[in-house]
């Protein structure tokens, strides 16, 4: 290399030497560009109305994005999308880490772009933000779906709390109905509270099972069990078949002893082979008569309202969190009462007026 290029390169830039002007105005004419090519709240709609992917995953970035700035003009696109959003159906998909979800989503979205369905693939995985890779796995796992052009697939958004993240996904989801998906699969892994969010955003919830050593309903927590519309047994294929059936038949008598569903729905069981297809389109019916009888008694529409305010209240809950705890005086005062309680100068419900007070004052 030789001098010259040392000198224009900034890793061996060195101490008291000013860039050469080229870079940075290359760089501000990048920029201005950049800021010119921001479009309009009212640009954003419409091209989500006219179904266009860039500015629907532009308008998704606008949502997930934590500058404040941000927050008035996503709200306006959300609101303008709202009465366009609704026509869709809603499913959930939970399972542990490695139980299938992303090669079922894979198999069974192909199924419905199939049918003729517009497909989008969210997930919410508060994990995402610490591991960063597993949505580059997701994606090669779902190497068919992503060239549909019938299929949106969307990795989680990041973010500190599960809140955060649930809240995107959840108006993520109104963007896409309003961009013409009329099918919505949410992914989400099977540790945490993240289930509790999703569920509290679908109509159908499905629960990805594998078949285990024979005790299948070891270790799995109740309260996913009974949030479940339909339990399905996935890689039932090769030598695995009659172990799935084994385990299907134990999990729906297990269902049984939960009390019944207001939905009126029976929860299910069923097996299926991710890789060899075999009982993807009867997984479609389950939620097809599922949709018909809840539609049919109304619960669908009740639900979706729940849902809705559930959402408000949640979204209120986690911005007066999020503006309490970014607050600079409350931050400083945060960590001096926590070393105090911790060294019992002061008591915890003490510690906790002074800095509501604190608060509340401002
Ligand atoms: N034999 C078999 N293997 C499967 C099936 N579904 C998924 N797998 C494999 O299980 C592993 C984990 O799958 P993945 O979709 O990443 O699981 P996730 O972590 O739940 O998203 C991968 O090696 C898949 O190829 C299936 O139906 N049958
Ligand atoms: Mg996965």
Redesign the pocket.
């Known amino acids: 290399m030789d001098s010259k290029n040392k000198i224009a390169s900034t890793l061996h830039e060195k101490a008291g030497i000013s860039p050469p002007e080229i870079l940075s105005t290359n760089v501000v004419a990048q920029i201005q560009q950049f800021r010119k090519k921001q479009p309009t709240s009212k640009e954003l709609v419409e091209g989500i109305l006219d179904k266009n992917i860039t500015a629907l995953s532009r308008a998704i970035t606008l949502v997930e994005s934590t500058n404040t700035n941000h927050l008035e003009k996503a709200n306006e696109v959300i609101n303008a999308c709202l009465p366009h959003a609704n026509k869709s159906v809603r499913i959930g998909i939970t ?10 989503i ?1 198999a069974f979205g192909k199924y419905l772009t199939g049918l003729g369905k517009k497909v989008a693939v969210l997930a919410v995985d508060p994990s995402s933000t610490i591991s960063h890779g597993s949505i580059l ?2 994606k090669t ?1 779902m190497e068919e779906l992503v060239k549909d052009k019938n299929a949106y697939i969307r990795p989680s958004a990041s973010g500190e709390t599960l809140g955060g993240v649930a809240r995107k996904t959840r108006e993520t989801i109104t963007l896409c109905e309003a961009a013409g998906f009329d099918t919505i699969i949410i ?1 989400t ?1 099977g540790v945490g509270q993240s289930e509790t969010a999703v569920h509290s955003m679908v109509d159908f919830f499905l629960l ?1 099972k594998i078949s285990g050593a024979g005790d299948e309903l070891q270790g799995i927590k109740r309260g996913i069990m009974e949030m479940a519309d339909a339990i399905v047994i ?5 030598d ?1 078949i009659r172990k799935a059936n084994l385990a299907k038949t134990e999990f729906n008598r297990a269902l049984h002893l939960f009390p019944a569903k207001k939905s009126g729905w029976i929860p299910t069981t069923a097996t ?5 297809h075999d009982g993807i389109p009867e997984v479609w019916e389950t939620i097809s008569k599922f949709l018909e009888q809840t539609k049919g008694n109304l619960y669908f529409f009740e639900k979706r309202k729940e849902q809705n305010q559930y959402w408000m209240l949640e979204t209120i809950n986690e911005q007066l969190k999020l503006h309490f705890f970014n607050h600079p005086e409350i931050q400083k005062l945060l960590d001096e009462n926590k070393k105090a309680v911790q060294n019992d100068e002061i008591s915890p419900f003490a510690a906790a007026q002074i800095l509501l007070k604190t608060y509340f004052k401002k």
């Open positions: 399972g542990v880490p490695g139980v299938g979800k992303s090669t079922f894979e796995g997701d796992r992914e892994v990805l996935n890689k039932a294929d090769g695995n299926c082979s991710a890789i060899t």
